[in-house]
């Protein structure tokens, strides 16, 4: 039976039937929903822990327990992720541990770009490549497989277009979950620098092991065709090759580290030209070049952003490459689809209608401070009218950063507030608190608590009082936590309240010493969140002031010259209210005094 699945769902589905019975991660996207699909199923334990390199430690610890395992993440949590992960390779494994790296060519919702398959290379682990939904499903069972024949984790890298497409995907029965014996063995995992020296050497042993099941790897295949020209590809790029060369011979590579260097030595021979085609990083390209195999490649595409087979026919165009009829320039497909598209509309990302953290940003613009901002929905009080944010670096840099222009410009310091959400600041936002207080500084930090994880959308984490398997739990206080690193203002406020709101940020800037605003206020979007009555103009009293409009809320708007706001999108959180100094926004339903 064959059903349509994405590729996360479809990861999901093989850990489920290869028999994973523990799965840990940190949501963020393209990663986030494999955990959600995985803990659907029955009998097995999933947890989002509080950043990645919680979860992959909590998931070595299961492997070497004899589970097999699941660690799921985005491309940028493999680098917080990366302290554990460097010797989880040297100790190895019991029960197989396949480690998700979710990349995002092309930034669709991360700070930066990352090719990964670096981190396989430098790391002497496995890395598997799936094109579709069907290999995402197939590869983590054979990767479990390699992790355990070869004792090692393996990196499953996946890109945001392989996560979040569908195809259709084979299933099967799930498999049983066993433990493997667990036996005692300081030397392989109890990493003092003796036993480390004696892994390195197997590190390498490993590796030389590693290199020739590659070369017959079923996942590394030659589909021979015209022999003029022949492709070297993986992932998603292996699929446009096909589309825009269909009659390319074509090396396609699952496995991509290490590389089957007798294999591609046997297919360059084979054609008279070849090209190599890869998003992002010349990872292949740059190893192939080292065997003396002469190519063409990041000379031909860009090495940053989202490949795509039109882009991929343009580039081939330009060296004189015939590609498929639909892709040039006067294909009657071409025409078909030009003449058939419509412009999209522009859609500026914006904050949502009734977001919680809307009155916060409009109040420390309001107070020209300068705002360093963290990773969240809430990074968007950077973009205009809010305009709040000064700095976004990276998950849990915000408070760090704070201190750093306080050390750096006192005068800075006595105008700079941190803004984290209650996550993120659970993810690494804590450590940052901590240093502030021992190191004498005397920020102001904003933990912005919407009561979820609304960024990758409404995950659980440890603040909100319940599991991602849908358990209740203890939820983490806070206030307790900022008082237990040191910090003795503490207090709490409600972003809705304008005028609170204001008062705290004056008092707590002007202090001298570190203080922590708790904004709480659960996200307009949690589904328990009921909606009030949405907000209406009153004509007869609207002046167009546009002092409504400061607050950039997607459900106002200009029509005709007179303000509007949309009853559909409207939450009735009442902000503009606040602001109208007219009274001219009112509640459904209520009368004008």
Not at 369 to 382: E, P
Request: proline share 6%; glycine share 8%.
């Amino acid at each position: 039976m064959k059903e349509l699945l994405s590729g996360n769902a479809a990861i999901a589905r093989g850990a489920y039937e290869a028999g994973i019975s523990v799965a840990t991660g940190y949501p963020g996207t393209p990663s986030t929903e494999i955990l959600e699909n995985f803990a659907k199923y029955p009998d097995i334990y999933a947890q989002w822990s509080p950043n990645e390199k919680v979860a992959l430690e909590v998931g070595a610890g299961a492997s070497i327990a004899g589970a097999r395992v699941l660690v799921t993440m985005k491309h940028v949590g493999v680098n917080v992720a990366a302290d554990p992960l460097f010797t989880l390779a040297y100790t190895g494994v019991n029960g197989g541990l396949i480690l998700v790296s979710a990349d995002d060519p092309g930034m669709h919702s991360s700070q930066n770009e990352q090719d990964n398959r670096y981190y396989a290379l430098v790391n002497k682990m496995p890395c598997l490549e799936p094109a579709d939904s069907q290999e995402a499903k197939d590869m983590v069972g054979l990767g479990l497989e390699i992790s355990e024949q070869f004792d090692t984790p393996v990196m499953l890298r996946v890109t945001t277009r392989v996560s979040h497409s569908q195809s259709f995907v084979e299933m099967k029965e799930p498999g049983t979950r066993t433990l493997r014996p667990y036996a005692k063995d300081p030397v392989k995992y109890v990493m003092v620098p003796a036993h480390g020296r004696m892994r390195r050497v197997f590190l390498e042993e490993r590796m030389a092991k590693l290199q020739e099941y590659s070369e017959n790897c079923p996942l590394n295949t030659i589909e021979w065709g015209d022999k003029n020209i022949g492709v070297i590809a993986s992932g998603i790029s292996y699929h446009y090759a096909k589309e825009v060369l269909p009659q390319a011979s074509i090396l396609k590579l699952g496995m991509t580290n290490p590389l089957p260097e007798k294999l591609i030595r046997e297919f360059a021979a084979g054609v008279d030209s070849l090209l190599v085609i890869e998003e992002l990083e010349p990872f292949l390209e740059l190893q192939i070049r080292a065997m003396g195999i002469a190519l063409k490649g990041k000379e031909m595409l860009p090495s940053y952003g989202e490949l795509s087979s039109a882009l991929i026919a343009k580039a081939l165009m330009q060296e004189g490459i015939e590609v498929a009829e639909e892709f040039r320039p006067m294909g009657q497909a071409t025409q078909e689809v030009a003449a058939a598209a419509e412009p999209l509309p522009g859609r500026p990302p914006v904050m949502c209608a009734g977001c919680p953290h809307r009155g916060v940003f409009y109040t420390l613009k309001k107070q020209k401070l300068v705002v360093s901002g963290d990773i969240g929905c809430y990074t968007l009080g950077s973009l205009s009218p809010l305009s709040a944010i000064d700095t976004c670096i990276c998950m849990g840099a915000s408070i760090g950063a704070a201190l750093g222009m306080e050390k750096a410009n006192p005068e800075m310091g006595r105008k700079t507030v941190a803004v984290i959400g209650d996550s993120t600041f659970l993810h690494s936002g804590i450590t940052g608190l901590m240093d502030v207080v021992y190191n004498g500084g005397s920020s102001t930090v904003l933990i912005l608590d919407n009561r979820t994880t609304a960024m990758t959308g409404h995950q659980e984490n440890p603040a909100t009082g319940a599991t991602l398997m849908g358990n209740p739990a203890p939820a983490v206080d806070l206030e307790a936590i900022a008082r237990a690193v040191g910090v003795k203002r503490v207090r709490t406020v409600d972003p809705m309240q304008l005028s609170e709101i204001d008062r705290a940020v004056k008092e707590e800037v002007a202090a001298a010493e570190p203080s922590v605003i708790i904004v709480r206020r659960p996200c307009a979007l949690l589904k328990n969140n009921k909606t009030p009555e949405p907000i209406e103009v009153d004509e007869t009293l609207c002046i167009n002031c546009g002092m409504c409009m400061k607050l950039g809320c997607p459900a106002i708007s200009r029509q005709e010259g007179k303000v509007a706001i949309s009853t559909i999108q409207c939450r009735g959180c009442g902000l503009c209210v606040q602001l109208c100094q007219k009274g001219a926004l009112k509640k459904r339903g209520e009368q004008n005094a």
